[in-house]
């Protein structure tokens, strides 16, 4: 039987999750027709889905669906994924075909969809004595990357997702540990660590006991030299009431105040994607209350095609971030995994876009950061489209790398207005990026900064 959802009423406290199961239902509610319905199926049997009732009555615009920003963000689209695999995908489930079979075609389609961009699996994978890490990474010298065991699913799963392959069927794909005990041991070898990030799936999920069980150990006097402790989550977006009416609300404040008085900064990664999600008033009171214990809010997202594609959009938003005392942190560029190809944005008209909302904010909105690629040798932003010496390029630079000397440092690369990642763009001035290994063994800091010629007026797109 068909689950009946209930139509949109006030937020309530009790949270209660809807899955693939109830996917029939509620995309009928956003009036697609029985084929679509059957494809948005078929692409969740690839791609996960989870949202819950505060994003059915508080975010999505049910009258505007299935066009609608918030609903485009979290349900599945047809489009997604090849209609070849759609195709395939509708016709097993529409002969009920066994689950083995299933999901051995889906096993077979994810693994076309790089679901472990920017070498997090083999570049990242730290090891203690000899021994490999799950669950931890360590990508940058200063900063450790933890995934808690119990932290690996999410209030609600974005349609961009990134991180989509710890959510589906496939335990080789996943990433969790629940030894924090090998974190501290790590960090106890390792004093050029800085900042530990507490990343997911959503930290936020958990309790307050079970994550207070991960953090308190990272208090010890012994690791001073953990500066900061982050924690990513969409929770503030998806489940305000994690930090107002749920059971143990007050309890997870009080832990963030232990962190603060601890002298260490307790940072919130909030993943914010849309001004929607500021708008509720329960949302308005997690963020003042989570502010209230000393911790800070900083506030990121990537650039998404049909769901926050707009300069007024991002404005829009940073402003309200920045009155409500959270500060702007990153645009990004839609990582190359997944769905790429469906919400990709070319880098020309992310960078248009970054430009145009950033000079609509005042200073304290311009601390973001972007429109910025987290790929494999690091974050590199895009900072301009310039003619040097006649020649149109992208003018970028790493915000971080794995060769700390390349933290800075500007280059080019030749324009491409069909670009949309870093894998796309071929160098300007060199025979190679100042990331990219030299054939005759040279350092890549030798390479020059800025080559020759003048920069002048951005060239048209």
């Not at 975010?59 to 695999?85: K, T």
């Not at 005392?325 to 190809?341: C, K, L, S, W």
Request: aromatic share 8%; hydrophobic share 40%.
């Amino acid at each position: 039987m068909q689950q009946v959802v209930p139509e949109p009423r006030q937020a309530e406290s009790r949270f209660r999750a809807f899955g693939a199961r109830h996917l029939d239902t509620l995309t009928q509610r956003a009036g697609l027709s029985d084929a679509e319905r059957l494809a948005v199926r078929a692409v969740a049997t690839v791609l996960p889905f989870r949202t819950n009732s505060y994003v059915l009555d508080e975010l999505i615009d049910w009258e505007a669906a299935p066009d609608d920003p918030m609903y485009r963000l979290v349900f599945p689209q047809p489009d997604m994924l090849p209609g070849s695999d759609v195709s395939r995908m509708a016709g097993l489930l529409s002969e009920n075909a066994p689950e083995s079979r299933i999901h051995a075609a889906a096993h077979e389609i994810r693994m076309r969809l790089n679901p472990h961009p920017a070498g997090q699996l083999l570049l990242n994978g730290p090891r203690l004595d000899g021994r490999p890490l799950p669950g931890l990474q360590h990508k940058y010298p200063e900063t450790v990357l933890f995934f808690p065991k119990q932290g690996q699913t999410c209030h609600a799963y974005c349609t961009y997702c990134f991180r989509w392959a710890q959510f589906v069927n496939e335990p080789d794909l996943k990433m969790a540990t629940d030894h924090i005990d090998t974190l501290v041991a790590y960090l106890r070898q390792h004093r050029e660590v800085t900042s530990v990030l507490i990343t997911g799936g959503d930290p936020m999920i958990m309790s307050a006991g079970v994550l207070r069980r991960y953090i308190e150990p990272l208090l010890d006097p012994s690791l001073d030299h953990v500066e900061s402790i982050r924690i990513g989550t969409k929770s503030l977006a998806y489940w305000p009431q994690r930090y107002v009416t749920d059971p143990d609300a007050d309890t997870t404040l009080r832990l963030f105040e232990d962190v603060v008085k601890s002298g260490r900064a307790l940072a919130l990664m909030a993943h914010y994607s849309h001004p929607r999600e500021l708008e509720p008033p329960v949302a308005a009171e997690a963020i003042r209350r989570i502010r209230d214990t000393g911790a800070v809010i900083r506030t990121q997202a990537p650039l998404i095609r049909s769901v926050n594609d707009c300069a007024a959009t991002w404005r829009s938003m940073w402003r309200a971030q920045v009155r409500a005392g959270m500060v702007p942190y990153y645009m990004f560029v839609e990582r190359d995994t997944g769905p790429q190809d469906y919400f990709a944005v070319p880098l020309a008209r992310a960078h248009e876009i970054f430009r145009d909302a950033y000079a609509g904010v005042s200073g304290l909105g311009r601390s973001v950061r972007g429109p910025s690629m987290s790929a494999t040798p690091g974050k590199v932003c895009v900072d301009g489209i310039a003619d040097v010496a006649g020649v149109p390029v992208f003018v970028l630079r790493m915000l971080q790398a794995r060769d700390p000397s390349l933290v800075g440092r500007p280059f080019f690369a030749h324009f491409d207005p069909r670009a949309t990642w870093l894998t796309d763009l071929e160098p300007a001035f060199a025979d190679r990026f100042p990331f990219e290994p030299d054939p005759y063994g040279h350092d890549a800091a030798a390479l020059p900064a800025i080559w020759p010629g003048e920069l002048v007026e951005p060239a048209a797109s």
